[in-house]
Structures are given as C-alpha cells and as structure tokens.
C-alpha cells in the first residue's frame, strides 16, 4: 500500500528569512525607542532611523510588515514606543501621528528603493519619507494641542530636523552595508 499521502507545502526558505528580518527589524525599532531624549511633547528618538532602514533593506511589503509588528506590538501595550512607554493610548497623544505616519513612509520608502536602489535615490527616498512623517505628526500634533502651525512646527519638526538629515545619512550607509547580506539566498 504505497498511497501519496498530502504532505504539508513545504515553508520557502526566502519567505522564513524575510520573516526572521521583519521581526529582527521591528524589534531594533523597539530598542531605538527607548533611546529618547525629551524636548517637549515630541522627543527625539532613534526609533525613525530603524523605520528608514525597514523601507530601505526590507523593501515596501516587508518594511511596512514590520512597522505594523512594532505599531500592534506597541498598540497591545508592550513598552515598545517612546521612553518605553506602550498603549493604544499613545496613538490618541501628541506623538500618535508620527507613529501612524511610520506606515506610509516606509511603505513609499520601500517602494523608491525597490526601483532605485541607488544612493541619491535611498537619500531622496527617506526625505520623501521623513517628509510624510512629518506631515502626518505635526497635522496630529496640531489638531489636538491647537497650537498655531508656527508653534506645532517649532515644537514638532523644527529641532528634530538636524538629527533627521545625520540619521539620514547614517541609514544610507548602513543600508548599503545591510542589502547584500539580506538578498542573499
């Protein structure tokens, strides 16, 4: 009696790997989170790199997949955001549209490093996708402090810029450091 017996499809090995480097990725965003320096309703975190080099290394599906994780992992209450803080709450504050603009920005930063996976494009990538950040933070941060736009900016963008443009810079070198080890089979 030798019947074909179904066996279970057998898990592809590149889908295991971006799956451990998903979760790798989201986990270092966690940790950049807890390096926060604060400065008012914003502060300054090491966090944004970490969704930088999601969309740059991981690409548009696995970079926002891990962004998700971090978010639902935050959203569920594990000290994941900010001064390991966690809570669904964290989504209604001050820095609720920053989280929430992580998601976009990484998903078009994925999408420009997919096409162009090239320096000048990495660098015009994440200020495409710092810039979405921003957008969707400081129009959160404005909406619910009613500070005036000059004030929402002066306490939501303006001083994280100069860390922006190094963390920028760091994140393109390390991506290029990073992409061949993670494409490779």
């Known amino acids: ?56 290394v991981l690409g548009s599906r696995w970079g926002t997949a891990s962004v998700a994780v ?20 964290r ?16 998903f078009l930063l994925g999408r420009v490093s997919e096409k162009r996976p090239t320096v000048l494009f990495d660098v015009i990538g994440m200020i495409l996708a710092t810039a979405v950040i921003y957008g969707v933070g400081t129009a959160w941060l404005h909406a619910l402090t009613g ?5 929402t900016l002066a306490v939501g963008m303006i001083p994280f810029l100069p860390g922006d443009a190094v963390k920028i810079v760091a994140a ?10 993670v494409k490779m089979e």
């Open 1 to 56: 009696m030798n019947e074909d017996i179904s066996r279970p499809e057998v898990i592809d090995r590149t889908q295991v790997r971006m799956m451990v480097y998903t979760a790798l990725m989201a986990a270092l965003t966690a940790a950049g989170a807890w390096i926060a320096i604060p400065i008012g309703p914003v502060p300054i975190v090491l966090q944004n790199m970490f969704i930088l080099l999601a969309g740059l």
């Open 70 to 89: 971090y978010l639902l992992a935050g959203a569920c209450g594990l000290p994941v955001f900010a001064g390991g803080m966690g809570g669904i709450g």
């Open 91 to 106: 989504f209604v504050g001050p820095t609720g549209g920053y989280l929430v603009g992580y998601l976009p920005a990484v």
């Open 147 to 151: 500070l005036s736009w000059p004030k």
């Open 172 to 181: 393109a070198g390390i991506a290029r450091a990073l992409r061949p080890i």
